[in-house]
């Protein structure tokens, strides 16, 4: 018997009966600096400012409004979480002319904490599904769906 519920803690804890998952910082998509932030009850991800060869400028900013699952993989210290968040898109174009893009999206968010700290190690991803509509859209401008990842460059997600 004792085996047996040593066993079945060692089960509870490696599933999430004491498990934590959080992080933040900043990861290069391509050469673009973006930021990132999560907890078992947000997400957000943000391109503060960067310009297209076009010499058009994008800021992107991407925040969760539900976190319907919330899987923590001890053993493997990853993390995949999913809702629903509203990406915005606000561009300026080389005419002066601008616009701005919103748009509630499925997303799914994926976390591993490969090293202590984490900068060069971890890795963080979202992906969205964008709906392809009339005229300009985020469709458009990432295809869908979109997957927005990178190695942390500064900060640390935590897995446990």
């Not at 400012?49 to 058009?56: L, N, S």
């Not at 999913?82 to 499925?106: A, I, K, N, Q």
């Amino acid at each position: 018997m004792r085996i047996f519920w040593s066993m079945l803690m060692a089960t509870v804890l490696a599933e999430g009966g004491a498990s934590h998952a959080s992080g933040g910082g900043t990861y290069l998509l391509g050469d673009i600096r973006t930021e990132f932030q999560f907890s078992n009850a947000h997400v957000q991800c943000k391109i503060g400012h960067a310009v297209f060869p076009d010499g058009t400028v994008i800021q992107m900013f991407m925040e969760s409004k539900t976190v319907d699952t919330f899987t923590i993989n001890s053993l493997a210290r990853t993390v995949a979480i999913s809702g629903t968040m509203l990406s915005t898109v606000r561009l300026r174009f080389p005419d002066g002319t601008s616009t701005t893009l919103s748009e509630s999206v499925p997303f799914t968010a994926f976390a591993q904490d490969n090293a202590t700290p984490g900068a060069g190690a971890d890795v963080f991803s979202v992906t969205v599904s964008y709906a392809n509509t009339p005229g300009l859209d985020q469709f458009d401008l990432f295809g869908s769906p979109a997957t927005f990842s990178g190695i942390v460059e500064t900060g640390d997600v935590v897995v446990r």
